[in-house]
């Protein structure tokens, strides 16, 4: 929508398909246009790395076709990388010092 990134690959944003109703709820309430209609009566997921990760279509997906741990990933990959003074890391890596971030 606006063209906002954050860091890539990190967001927590899940669908499942298989629980989509179509409904467009998530259209409706995500800020950066993350989803999209599938055309097939579903949505999916066509911007991840615009996700900022409010939560907003979880909330409002009254089927549970989407999960998101609001608040965490870019957000806590900052924080965490600002008061280590080190490179964003949200703490997914493999333990030795590695982020997937």
């Given at each position: 929508?606006?063209?906002?990134r ?23 309430v ?5 989803l ?66």
């Amino acid at each position: 929508m606006f063209g906002l990134r954050y860091l890539p690959g990190v967001t927590t944003l899940q669908l499942d398909a298989e629980l989509c109703s179509g409904c467009g709820m998530c259209l409706n309430v995500c800020p950066h246009a993350v989803l999209a209609s599938a055309g097939h009566g579903k949505v999916a997921i066509t911007d991840r790395d615009a996700c900022m990760e409010c939560g907003a279509c979880a909330r409002n997906c009254s089927f549970g076709a989407l999960s998101v741990q609001a608040g965490v990933g870019c957000a806590a990959a900052i924080i965490v990388g600002a008061l280590r003074g080190t490179e964003p890391t949200c703490g997914c890596g493999d333990g030795e010092g590695m982020s997937c971030c």
